[in-house]
């Protein structure tokens, strides 16, 4: 479940390809007589870095830009050592809620016509496709309080960003979290290890609500990536930009080769 499987699925202008390119602005990009493509694209890096193109094209740079712009973006493929979508995603989660997850050349088109003039980061040192990124380490109990707390932050970043009240941060849920991630280690369900669903912890800890919802995950990407995906899984969206919930616990554990698993519990 990585942030691969929905770099598959983020934007939704549209990118008419005639004898020249021209962008057809939504109602959601501004529109720029003179977009400025080398912000996102430079032939010379799209060639090194994705050798099944130059078998393709070879080092064309008309081919290549024509590859960039109808089937690059929407891949979610890197064309410029400076820009890479899918932190771009990560470091500005209200494009996520703007754009959703459908397609993901609307992010390029939104940087290059406003997001590089209004400074917006995309400098997240993040590359999912690249494993050195995880140390094969079990991760300390304060670097997994770290992630909670971003987490955390970020979900209700984006639920204020949409005029939503934050979630309020349950102690109690949060204890029952942290129990389920640890035991999503060694199995990964919604069932818990003694055989009972997942909510038979929330009376472990004491927990009356009138409903609940709990969302599990194993995948390894940033907070922000992973976040993104949450949000393009309908039955998440739809808890996590409730009017309805109300508490929120989260729970993160590490297994012995620094996998991260993750419980959300929320409840009303």
């Known amino acids: 479940?990585?942030?691969?499987?929905?770099?598959?699925?983020?934007?939704?202008?549209?990118?008419?390809?005639?004898?020249?390119?021209?962008?057809?602005?939504?109602?959601?990009?501004?529109?720029?007589?003179?977009?400025?493509?080398?912000?996102?694209?430079?032939?010379?890096?799209?060639?090194d870095k994705y050798p099944d193109l130059q078998k393709a094209y070879g080092k064309n740079p008309f081919s290549l830009f024509n590859h960039f712009i109808t089937k690059g973006m929407k891949e979610g493929r890197q064309g410029n050592k400076d820009f890479n979508v899918y932190n771009y995603a990560a470091n500005n989660l209200d494009l996520i809620m703007r754009y959703g997850t459908s397609d993901l050349s609307l992010y390029y088109i939104e940087y290059i016509t406003e997001g590089y003039e209004d400074g917006r980061n995309c400098s997240h040192p993040y590359d999912p496709s690249?494993?050195?990124?995880?140390?094969?380490d079990k991760l300390s109990d304060e670097t997994l309080a770290g992630y909670v707390d971003s987490m955390t932050t970020s979900i209700n970043q984006v639920r204020t960003s949409s005029d939503m009240d934050r979630f309020a941060?349950?102690?109690a849920l949060k204890n029952a979290a942290n129990t389920r991630a640890k035991e999503l280690v060694t199995l990964y369900s919604h069932t818990r290890p003694n055989g009972k669903n997942y909510t038979d912890v929330l009376n472990q800890y004491g927990i009356s609500c009138n409903n609940s919802y709990e969302i599990i995950s194993s995948d390894q990407s940033t907070i922000g990536v992973l976040l993104g995906y949450w949000l393009a899984d309908s039955g998440m969206n739809s808890v996590l930009t409730s009017k309805t919930y109300k508490y929120i616990?989260?729970?993160?554990a590490s297994d012995d080769k620094g996998n991260v698993y993750w419980d959300v519990i929320l409840t009303y």
Do not use: R, W
């Open 169 to 171: 941060v349950s102690s």
């Open 130 to 136: 690249n494993e050195d990124d995880k140390d094969g």
């Open 1 to 47: 479940m990585t942030f691969k499987k929905i770099g598959k699925k983020l934007l939704a202008g549209a990118l008419i390809l005639c004898s020249a390119v021209f962008i057809a602005p939504t109602a959601n990009v501004k529109a720029s007589s003179t977009p400025d493509y080398s912000l996102i694209f430079d032939y010379n890096y799209y060639y």
């Open 249 to 252: 616990g989260i729970g993160c």
